[in-house]
């Protein structure tokens, strides 16, 4: 069974930074096509994430290009999102995704659209503030 845990998220002033990080179980993370999606307050998740990671490489969303970095601790099994100068626009409930159907090699590819993904953490909560 598949399990992703995310952590790291809080308030941070606009301009600052924070790193999340998703713990996986039931799945290696060099093993599936993983992801970062936000869904702001108010709205439904955004359907493509702004993020997305594989063996076949690394995928942002234009309005998180060069201020978001997505990495993977493969030892310890842990996707990272480090963001950069954020923005208040960038508050939101970021939650990671795992597609385990595919690797990104072997013949697969990764994709970013919400529906090619079946295991989903809880997601954590960032407050950027003006």
């Known amino acids: 069974q598949v399990r992703l845990v995310e952590s790291g998220g809080g308030t941070v002033a606009a301009g600052g930074s924070l790193t999340l990080s998703c713990t996986a179980s039931?799945?290696?993370?060099?093993?599936?096509?993983m992801g970062w999606f936000r869904q702001t307050p108010g709205k439904k998740r955004e359907e493509f994430a702004i993020?997305?990671?594989?063996?076949?490489?690394?995928e942002y969303d234009d309005s998180v290009k060069d201020r978001f970095s997505v990495s993977r601790d493969n030892a310890k099994n842990i996707m990272y999102l480090q963001m950069n100068s954020l923005k208040p626009e960038d508050t939101a409930i970021y939650s990671c995704?795992?597609?385990?159907?595919?690797?990104?090699?072997?013949?697969?590819?990764?994709?970013?659209?919400?529906?090619?993904?079946?295991?989903w953490g809880q997601g954590t909560l960032v407050t950027v503030s003006s």
């Open positions: 995704a795992a597609d385990i159907r595919r690797t990104g090699s072997d013949g697969t590819s990764c994709y970013r659209r919400d529906f090619m993904y079946d295991s």
């Open positions: 039931g799945v290696r993370t060099n093993n599936a096509c």
């Open positions: 993020a997305m990671i594989g063996n076949d490489g690394i």
